[in-house]
């Protein structure tokens, strides 16, 4: 079931269609409609900034324990799929982080539903600035370089915090034409 913006009201409605690559990673997490809206809880999307530096930490563990390294990655990659299902879902989403959530989940539909203009080029632009900071922090974990690997997880979070201040105005916006919408989080 995808949330959708039909003109004037949010509505649930199953297609088949390309998915966004979004949308395929979601479905590779299993985030169903009750996972997002717990994902929706700020303490949920803080704590997911751990992620990043727990899995850059387990991978360079590889210098001191060998393939036993594969131990902390397993807990990492295990964390990053938990933590969206910790905790409860909000009693209210007027906190930024779970406006962030909520634009994600719009952003996530745009094939199905296409966002407002001025919304559509800075999210993918930031994305790949996110992907130029994942280039250098693979390079800082082959080589061990330290200075490559900070260098690309800044690069990350800057892009990644910046995409998530702009889906609060995508969730803002929509919410502007919406009223109704604003009582029914996904």
Known sequence: MILLWTGGYLAQKTYR???TLERKIAKTFAMDDATWRRHANPWSVVLRN????LLVLAAWS???LGWYALVPV???LLWIWYNP????APASYDAWASKAVLGERIWMNRDVVPVPLH???VPNILSVISAAGLLFVLFGLLVFGIWPAIL???LIYCGKLWFLDRMVWLWEDTQAFSPQAKAAPP
């Open 85 to 88: 299902r910790i905790f409860p």
């Open 62 to 64: 590889r210098f001191w």
């Open 17 to 19: 269609c390309k998915m």
């Open 74 to 76: 397993v807990l990492s």
């Open 152 to 154: 690309g997880m800044v």
């Open 119 to 121: 919304h559509r080029s």
């Open 50 to 53: 751990t992620a990043l530096p």
